[in-house]
């Protein structure tokens, strides 16, 4: 109906019962409408409510002699002041709606160009999202609406995170929907209800918590983050250093200004216990990371040991998110510790007197004043467990209530509903087995299966049989180096709990640029495209190499005591290619021959010459030899 445009128009027209108009409010115009695109006509119809929109469109397809549909399950509605695609009337100056309607044929035919897609973008009144709605409501089977309902879901739902912005290609987009697919195979169409009922119901607990709490900006929990998101890529790309940044950002929302400023923040949340930084590794076991029986050692009982079911690092840290104003308890906790440190604390509770003291271990130790004897030591694990209301022993539960009336009295508050969030660094994550450390664990960290959340999960803990769920508001970061071959076994297991965030060299990060005529951005470059050739670009060496280097020897010491080493491991007994890579000018080529070995009658005479490359020293290339070579890397 390209060319029976009116004819579009009287249709929507009768369908609808009323006129569509095109109105210019700044100037107090309106224009009875005279041509329109097919996304304006298929927008138009979705910009009432639900009972009206499906009213709407069974008029329409009785009018086209179509099947009447029984609902529209999976259809977006469309925002009232967000109609029209095309400009008004005194702005169309750029054949608009011929532009769309040529885009409508390119989408139904899937020939849509980077050139076409690109126009249409950058049209006034389109974006991103709007132009990706359109593509989903006339072809729902193979494009997909970028919208907030639906990139919020795919990130709860698959910690999937999708970035579009007015630079995004077609391309782009395509490699989107493929990377949804690798999370499921359900049509876009079934994605997009899913995601708006999943919208719905966030929204309607979302007011339910306002009505119920209003939110102060310490309420606030960074949300720009994904809750699993893994930094990966090869040596020296800076994924320590940007998960420590990244916990910052989340923890704090402050970005430092400084390295000093950086440091001082991150040692105050470590302080804190509200940033815990750990390291995989083969040895680490579920019983590290989540829980175990561990033996205790206690001073105070000539250093006798103990069997106990202790929390692990990952358990401690949930504990501590779940806890009511987790923060200030931890502070509180620290001024009961400090005051104690000075002597006994009395505290009155049902008529009787109560002493706190540190025991050798340095945990509490509370009894009836007039009965030392008849105390208990308290660990700090079981009067959490109290405060989250979970099984303790019985003659326990008096002294933790005790211990908690004291807490409070040092400001912390047990009723509290902010809750601050937690971050977890495990660096080279891909170093450990995941499937044993995290255990049944592993579905509990995935963002719709946290505690408060709509398909939240527990377990019962094979050790402490208590039950257990992940809080939404404790961040996991891993880091992982991807000339580590384990990266590939990790893709089942975490590909669909965590984010991946590819960390690459960064040319531009230098103190200083040039070194004596040595520019270390071309450098670098020229190093990697060659690494490139010969491996690939998980084996590229990351800019924080050459981040201190300040002047020749500093860049000496870095090619020889880090560079060359590194090489040396990717290309192991086959230096020739460091070569290759590097120059000539850092081997010592050995000459072998049948004249250098014992004589023997040796068949294969032909193998005993060749050639050997050995890696010279650093006190064998001269400052001077060294500069050549470094310009040969640039120029040969």
Same mark, same amino acid.
């Given at each position: 109906m390209k060319d029976?445009?009116?004819?579009?128009?009287?249709?929507?027209?009768?369908?609808?019962?009323?006129?569509?108009k095109e109105k210019e409010k700044d100037k107090g115009l309106e224009f009875e409408l005279e041509e329109i695109d097919p996304f304006t006509f298929i927008s138009y119809l979705n910009k009432f409510g639900q009972a009206k929109r499906l009213q709407i469109i069974q008029n329409l397809a009785k009018k086209l002699n179509l099947t009447v549909p029984v609902d529209i399950d999976g259809v977006p509605s469309t925002n009232p002041q967000n109609v029209w695609w095309f400009p008004v009337k005194s702005e169309r100056t750029n054949n608009e709606i011929e532009k769309l309607w040529n885009f409508f044929y390119l989408a139904v035919e899937n020939k849509i160009t980077d050139e076409a897609f690109s126009e249409i973008l950058h049209m006034k009144g389109i974006g991103i999202c709007k132009l990706t709605?359109?593509?989903?409501?006339?072809?729902?089977?193979?494009?997909?609406?970028?919208?907030?309902?639906?990139?919020?879901?795919l990130k709860d739902k698959y910690s999937l995170t999708i970035k579009v912005d007015k630079n995004t290609t077609y391309q782009d987009y395509l490699r989107i929907l493929e990377e949804v697919r690798k999370y499921t195979d359900l049509p876009f169409y079934v994605i997009s209800d899913e995601a708006w009922n999943y919208h719905k119901?966030?929204?309607?607990?979302?007011?339910?918590?306002?009505?119920?709490? /209003?939110?102060?900006?310490?309420?606030?929990?960074?949300?720009?983050?994904?809750?699993?998101?893994?930094?990966?890529? /090869?040596?020296?790309?800076?994924?320590?250093?940007?998960?420590?940044?990244?916990?910052?950002?989340?923890?704090?929302?402050?970005?430092?200004?400084?390295?000093?400023?950086?440091?001082?923040?991150?040692?105050?949340?470590?302080?804190?216990?509200?940033?815990?930084?750990?390291?995989f590794h083969q040895s680490v076991s579920y019983e590290y990371f989540i829980e175990g029986i561990?033996?205790?050692?206690?001073?105070e009982q000539?250093?006798? #040991?103990?069997?106990?079911?202790?929390?692990? !690092?990952?358990?401690?840290?949930?504990?501590?998110?779940?806890?009511?104003?987790?923060?200030?308890?931890e502070k509180a906790y620290k001024t009961l510790l400090n005051e104690l440190k000075k002597g006994p604390i009395n505290i009155s509770s049902d008529n009787k007197i109560y002493r706190i003291v540190?025991?050798?271990?340095?945990?509490?130790? !509370?009894?009836?004043?007039?009965?030392?004897?008849?105390?208990?030591?308290?660990?700090?694990?079981?009067? #959490?467990?109290?405060?989250?209301?979970?099984?303790?022993?019985?003659?326990?539960?008096?002294?933790?209530?005790?211990?908690?009336?004291?807490?409070?009295?040092?400001?912390?508050?047990?009723k509290s509903g902010k809750k601050d969030s937690y971050v977890l660094i495990i660096?080279?994550?891909?170093?450990?087995?995941?499937?044993?450390?995290?255990?049944?664990?592993?579905?509990? !960290?995935?963002?719709?299966?946290?505690?408060?959340? !709509?398909?939240?999960?527990?377990?019962?803990?094979?050790?402490?049989?208590?039950?257990?769920?992940?809080?939404s508001n404790l961040y996991i970061i891993g880091t992982m180096n991807t000339t580590d071959r384990n990266v590939e076994a990790l893709d089942t297991a975490l590909r669909r709990r965590f984010s991946f965030i590819e960390m690459e060299p960064e040319y531009d990060k230098f103190k200083n640029e040039n070194i004596e005529d040595i520019n270390l951005k071309d450098l670098l470059r020229v190093i990697n495209d060659r690494i490139i050739g010969l491996l690939d670009k998980d084996h590229c060496i990351g800019h924080s190499y050459f981040m201190n280097v300040e002047n020749l020897q500093d860049l000496k010491q870095v090619f020889f005591n880090k560079i060359i080493p590194l090489l040396q491991e990717y290309f192991y007994g086959r230096y020739e290619k460091?070569?290759?890579?590097?120059?000539?000018?850092?081997?010592?080529?050995?000459?072998?021959?049948?004249?250098?070995?014992?004589?023997?009658?040796?068949?294969?005479?032909?193998?005993?010459?060749?050639?050997?490359?050995?890696?010279?020293?650093?006190?064998?290339?001269?400052?001077?030899?060294?500069?050549?070579?470094?310009?040969?890397?640039?120029?040969?």
């Open positions: 029976r445009q009116k004819e579009l128009i009287r249709l929507l027209e009768e369908i609808l019962g009323e006129k569509p709605d359109g593509l989903y409501l006339i072809n729902p089977e193979s494009y997909l609406c970028l919208d907030d309902p639906v990139t919020d879901y119901d966030k929204k309607k607990k979302d007011e339910t918590v306002e009505k119920r709490e /209003p939110e102060s900006e310490t309420n606030i929990i960074n949300t720009s983050f994904p809750l699993n998101q893994i930094l990966y890529g /090869p040596p020296g790309t800076g994924k320590t250093y940007n998960a420590i940044n990244y916990a910052i950002q989340i923890t704090r929302q402050i970005k430092p200004q400084n390295e000093i400023e950086r440091r001082k923040i991150f040692n105050e949340l470590l302080e804190e216990g509200r940033v815990v930084f750990t390291t561990k033996p205790v050692t206690h001073k000539n250093n006798a #040991i103990s069997y106990e079911v202790l929390p692990g !690092i990952f358990k401690t840290l949930c504990d501590r998110a779940t806890l009511p104003d987790g923060v200030d308890f540190l025991n050798l271990d340095n945990e509490l130790y !509370i009894y009836p004043k007039e009965n030392q004897d008849k105390g208990y030591t308290i660990p700090k694990n079981t009067l #959490i467990s109290y405060i989250l209301n979970r099984n303790i022993p019985e003659n326990l539960t008096n002294f933790c209530k005790i211990i908690k009336k004291q807490l409070k009295s040092y400001g912390w508050n047990d660096d080279e994550i891909n170093r450990g087995n995941i499937a044993q450390i995290f255990g049944e664990l592993i579905t509990l !960290i995935e963002a719709n299966k946290r505690k408060g959340e !709509i398909e939240e999960l527990e377990v019962i803990l094979p050790y402490s049989k208590t039950s257990f769920s992940v809080p460091i070569g290759l890579i590097l120059s000539s000018k850092f081997l010592n080529p050995i000459e072998y021959k049948e004249s250098k070995y014992s004589k023997l009658d040796f068949p294969y005479e032909e193998d005993l010459e060749h050639t050997v490359y050995l890696i010279k020293s650093e006190n064998e290339v001269p400052d001077e030899e060294f500069k050549e070579a470094l310009k040969e890397i640039m120029t040969s």
